[in-house]
Every structure is written in C-alpha cells, then in structure tokens.
C-alpha cells in the first residue's frame, strides 16, 4: 500500500531534550516536506527536500534540522526543543516538486514539549 | 507571496442544511493549483479535490461542490444537504507549478465546521 508513515505518532518532551520524528515513504517519491499545524495558523511548510541530500528552508525553519541521506526517509530533528514547538507535525511527499503532483500526507506526530 | 483566506473560523449547521466555505487566495503565479482538504476529529487530513488555474469549470463529486472564479480569486465549497460526518476543519490550500515557491502549499487557516444531528 502507498504511504507516508510517521513515528511516533504522539510524543510528549521536555525542553530541551533532543528528539526526532521519523518519516518514511515507499513510492519512490522526489519531494518530501514537513509541515506544523496550529490552532487559526492553518499548516505551514518548515523543510523540504527536492531529492537526496538537497534540502531547504520553508516559512517556519527556526529550532528544526532535517536530512535526506536516503530517498524514503526524511527525519524531522528538534536539537532543543522548546514549549512554543508544541504542535502537530505533517510529513508530505510527491512524485516531484510543483503543484500539479498530488502530495500524499503522512498521519501526523502530536508533539508536546513541558 | 501567496496567500490563503479562510474568513469563516468555525460554521455551525444542522444536518441537512447546505454549507458554503469560502475561500480566497493571492498569487503573482498565472498557473497555480488550489486544494481543499478534509481534517476529520482523527487528525489525519484528507485530499479532497485538484484545481489548476487553467480550468475555471465547476465540479460536483455527490453531495460536494466547488465555484472556482479567477475573477475574485475564490475556490469556495459547498455541502449539500451536510451530515454529521462531515463535521471536520476544512482547509484550502494553494500552489505554484515549482517554481519560487518549489510547490510549497499553502494553506488557509482552516473553517471547523460542526453538522448538529
């Protein structure tokens, strides 16, 4: 079955205490981004990644790294986390970059940081 | 910069009721492609419909339709005759064909809507 799995699905940290959010696809897609949702802000795009190794910036990046050392997996770290990272996480991913490919979203990681 | 306007925060209907969300972007793009997506209480979001900016049709799938019009830039969805499970937040969201923006979504803030039996 195509799909985006993310783990874990829900997580509650403390500040400061390093942790990663793991994503995985399995259709040999291109385009892999991550995104954080909150309450009247809608979701907005922290990284994504073009290909293996190529990554960038989106409109949220600050207090997050990514890699991409292997096409399937994109993993999301938060180095220290703070409480106003407190929030859902989306994976995506698509065939390629560009609107006309559908982007398939993973299940979400529910992230509280005390 | 694109932008995406969702002005109704939250509706509250009766089943039965049709429901209009309204939707509204910004783009300097002459091609883009606009989204609607379902948020269900699980979390999980649901692609809900497609639209390049090329292709001004409206599109009816069952009880859901779409009013697409370059003219006021709106991609607004309606519900005919709503039930309570398609309580849920709905989003709209927009993209560029991969350019600036690298297909970036944007995403409006979202309308919970709430169907009372």
């Known amino acids: 079955e195509a799909q985006v799995t993310q783990n874990p699905r829900y997580l509650i940290t403390v500040t400061g205490k390093k942790l990663t959010v793991t994503c995985s696809q399995n259709?040999?897609?291109?385009?892999m981004s991550w995104y954080r949702q909150d309450p009247g802000l809608g979701l907005r795009q922290i990284y994504y990644?073009?290909?293996?190794?190529?990554?960038d910036k989106g409109d949220v990046p600050e207090g997050y790294k990514v890699s991409r050392k292997e096409k399937r997996n994109f993993p999301l770290i938060l180095e220290s986390p703070s409480p106003n990272q407190t929030s859902l996480y989306f994976c995506?991913?698509?065939?390629?970059?560009?609107?006309?490919?559908?982007?398939?979203f993973g299940p979400g990681t529910r992230l509280t940081v005390l | 910069a694109q932008k995406v306007t969702q002005a109704q925060t939250e509706i509250s209907v009766v089943e039965k009721e049709d429901v209009t969300l309204d939707c509204v972007y910004e783009?300097?793009?002459?091609?883009?492609?606009l989204f609607w997506y379902k948020q269900p209480p699980s979390g999980e979001l649901v692609f809900l419909i497609r639209?390049?900016?090329?292709?001004?049709q409206n599109e009816i799938s069952g009880r859901y339709s779409w009013n697409f019009q370059k003219s006021t830039s709106s991609f607004n969805f309606t519900i005919t005759a709503s039930q309570v499970v398609d309580s849920a937040v709905y989003f709209c969201?927009?993209?560029?064909?991969?350019?600036?923006?690298?297909?970036?979504?944007?995403f409006g803030q979202g309308t919970i809507l709430t169907v009372h039996p």
């Open positions: 969201a927009l993209s560029d064909p991969g350019g600036t923006s690298y297909g970036k979504l944007t």
């Open positions: 990644s073009m290909n293996v190794e190529v990554t």
């Open positions: 783009t300097r793009d002459t091609t883009y492609y």
């Open positions: 639209r390049n900016s090329f292709d001004e």
């Open positions: 259709m040999n897609h291109e385009y």
């Open positions: 995506a991913s698509s065939l390629r970059s560009g609107g006309y490919n559908e982007q398939f």
